[in-house]
């Protein structure tokens, strides 16, 4: 494995403003195959498996309906070895990762997110650790499209700086379709801020610290969003952890990339895992 290390400016903006760009991470052409199989899926009869609904109208269940409704596959990573092979525990994620973590890795989330043309849908603001609620600050996180993200069709969007901040408790509203943080406190951040849009071409990768105010709008466009995401952290890290995550997987041990497919599973690291509360309503 090759010694990555940010550039000077790469490391002054995560220190600042929270985040930083790597482009072409991985090539068009794998960009172009991982697509296809994450729209392969979706076909499926039994897509919902790994699937997460948007919350508009039900569409027909024609395998073009189902590619337009769902916005997630989560956990459908570790299920493809040409993702988890290429991105999770691709040589260029892993490289960057351990400047952040170390020689032992693991990946404690990972998903695909899709935001079709027409209908894909707002995700709203938040902090990933304001839904994971497990005290984990020191995780890595990372999102690389598989074709273009811009304005148009519904980029991330990050409140620089909003990374120094506390977590914010999040919060359910009647149309939420996770938990939030208040709307009532998110002008105030952004006008004390601004707003920085995540325009990446394809392969390019966003790394934010996940604590970030982050959000992306509804896809009017032509033009779909389909995104890898996955989080990564280390043995250190989850022993400080709140909760024990079952989903979580292996990527490197001792610096040697972990090959087993399916991936090897983290034993549990807390004894008594008491469920996630649901969030609170929203009182705005």
């Known amino acids: 494995m090759q010694d990555w290390q940010p550039t000077p400016a790469q490391k002054a903006q995560y220190e600042n403003q929270g985040y930083f760009i790597e482009h072409n991470v991985i090539s068009e052409d794998l960009a172009a195959q991982l697509r296809g199989v994450i729209r392969n899926v979706l076909m499926l009869?039994?897509?919902g498996?790994?699937?997460d609904y948007d919350p508009m109208d039900p569409m027909n269940d024609s395998p073009q309906g189902r590619i337009a409704r769902f916005?997630?596959?989560a956990n459908f990573c570790v299920e493809s070895p040409?993702?988890?092979?290429n991105i999770h525990t691709g040589p260029t994620v892993l490289n960057i990762a351990r400047h952040f973590l170390g020689d032992d890795i693991i990946v404690k989330f990972n998903s695909c997110f899709l935001k079709p043309a027409h209908t894909g849908a707002a995700t709203p603001w938040h902090q990933d650790n304001g839904l994971w609620r497990d005290g984990d600050t020191e995780s890595f996180?990372?999102?690389?499209p598989l074709e273009p993200a811009t304005r148009e069709n519904g980029c991330m969007q990050f409140i620089p700086s909003s990374h120094k901040t506390k977590v914010v408790e999040h919060v359910l509203y009647s149309d939420s379709i996770h938990g939030e943080i208040p709307r009532k406190v998110v002008p105030e951040m952004i006008e004390k801020h601004g707003v920085h849009h995540i325009e990446?071409?394809?392969?390019d990768a966003v790394i934010w610290h996940s604590n970030m105010w982050h959000y992306s709008p509804p896809n009017p466009s032509e033009k779909s969003r389909i995104a890898i995401a996955g989080?990564?952290?280390n043995p250190e890290i989850t022993k400080k952890n709140k909760r024990h995550f079952p989903n979580a997987k292996w990527a490197m041990k001792n610096g040697v990339v972990c090959t087993q497919f399916p991936p090897e599973p983290i034993p549990k690291w807390i004894e008594t895992?008491?469920?996630f509360q649901p969030f609170p309503p929203a009182k705005d």
């Open 45 to 47: 009869p039994n897509a």
């Open 49 to 51: 498996e790994f699937a």
């Open 71 to 73: 916005r997630k596959l």
């Open 82 to 85: 040409l993702i988890w092979h």
């Open 141 to 144: 996180n990372i999102w690389i």
């Open 200 to 203: 990446l071409d394809t392969g």
């Open 231 to 233: 989080v990564l952290t």
């Open 273 to 275: 895992n008491a469920p």
